[in-house]
């Protein structure tokens, strides 16, 4: 019986297609996986039998990568789950920026109470008149799932779209709208956009990069649209562009106590992919992560483990080990499994950074001594069998 850890609500469309090899458990110290929303788990320990973490989402700054990593833990996300229900509160900030949508609902909620509303709006209205998205330019920086699809949708808007990504994949670019003009820096993005939406991860090249030099690239009043990660924004930096004009309005789904005090600033309290919709979309693709892995061994959409899959073959069992990436890896586990009269019908071996996989198919089972022996290698991770 594989015991799973939910450390978050998980949406029941994701949990109902565990089968009955699978229990739901409250206690991480039993727990062979985890399934996590938003759970801070860098101060948590891990016991021994986790071996994997699915994040029903595409961030996982709430995840100690490293520490994972170290302990043979694979890591997913589910990149696109969410995709569709971020690219629409992208677009409603789009529009909340071009027209004072919000100035207006405030106008009538504090006139509520006046018997000539409807003739005093007339006059009022002009002071929330805004513009139209239908020809301006949006450059949208990172060009992944979401990217994409807020790119796609805004050319259909009737707007000019300009995309960077140094990491386009041939797959994302057949997806794109071919209307979009692709960019090799993000200072063409900042030099010729009335709007920029960010679609990056946070890491070290990213942190703060919408900063003093970049905003100093912008036409004056150009909207910053952030509904990736708070960090991407240099909070000072965008204050004193505000004052000067050079940016219009700051759209943002991560309010913290210096955005929350700015002029023109809009927003949100993180409702990117707060949608039925979404949560449905990642857990269920969670689960099917998990479970690909632990009845498979395939690793698919892991953030700190390669890709890697094996197709099925008629043997006795596979054999999946968690690995440093170094030389004779592969031929310390072929020779010892050889030396017990093990033969191998098929094997593969792949690797991201330091970590890598092996998978070996085995037509003889191995008897405990030999796991361990595989255990004991220098480098080994983790080890588990999957018995056909």
């Not at 696109?80 to 207006?104: F, H, Q, S, T």
């Not at 990213?206 to 030099?213: F, L, Q, V």
């Not at 649209?225 to 004009?245: C, F, H, K, T």
């Not at 689960?287 to 073959?313: A, K, M």
């Amino acid at each position: 019986m594989t015991k799973i850890c939910c450390l978050n609500p998980i949406s029941e469309m994701g949990t109902n297609n565990l089968t009955s090899d699978y229990e739901l458990t409250q206690n991480l110290e039993e727990a062979d996986a985890v399934l996590v929303r938003s759970a801070d788990m860098h101060s948590l320990e891990f016991p021994e039998s986790l071996i994997a973490v699915a994040r029903a989402g595409a961030g996982v700054n709430n995840i100690p990568l490293d520490r994972c990593t170290e302990n043979g833990i694979v890591v997913f996300n589910t990149p696109g789950a969410n995709a569709n229900g971020v690219k629409e509160l992208v677009l409603a900030g789009m529009l909340l920026a071009a027209r004072d949508i919000d100035g207006g609902i405030r106008w009538v909620e504090e006139n509520r109470e006046d018997e000539t509303i409807s003739k005093d709006m007339e006059k009022s209205k002009k002071k929330f008149a805004g513009t139209e998205l239908k020809g301006k330019t949006l450059g949208v920086i990172g060009l992944g799932a979401i990217g994409i699809e807020v790119a796609n949708a805004a050319d259909a808007l009737g707007m000019h779209v300009i995309g960077y990504d140094p990491y386009l994949s041939v797959n994302g670019a057949l997806r794109l709208s071919r209307q979009v003009r692709i960019v090799e820096t993000p200072g063409a993005i900042y030099a010729n956009c009335n709007y920029i939406t960010l679609h990056v991860p946070l890491l070290d090249d990213t942190r703060g990069m919408i900063n003093r030099e970049a905003i100093s690239m912008m036409q004056d009043g150009t909207v910053i649209l952030n509904y990736a990660r708070d960090l991407l924004v240099n909070d000072d930096d965008i204050a004193e562009g505000l004052a000067s004009g050079r940016i219009r309005r700051y759209m943002t789904d991560f309010p913290n106590p210096k955005t929350c005090h700015m002029t023109n600033v809009i927003a949100t309290p993180h409702l990117g992919a707060s949608t039925a919709e979404s949560e449905d979309n990642c857990a269920v693709m969670a689960v099917d992560e998990l479970r690909d892995f632990i009845e498979t061994g395939r690793i698919r959409n892991s953030v700190n483990y390669p890709s890697c899959t094996l197709p099925p073959e008629k043997c006795a069992c596979r054999i999946c080990i968690m690995n440093v990436n170094r030389p004779n890896m592969i031929v310390s586990f072929s020779s010892l499994l050889s030396a017990e009269g093990i033969n191998i019908p098929n094997m593969t071996n792949k690797s991201r950074g330091n970590a890598a996989y092996t998978l070996i198919d085995c037509d003889t089972l191995p008897d405990e001594t030999v796991i361990e022996k595989i255990r004991a290698i220098d480098g080994v991770k983790k080890v588990r069998v999957i018995y056909y």
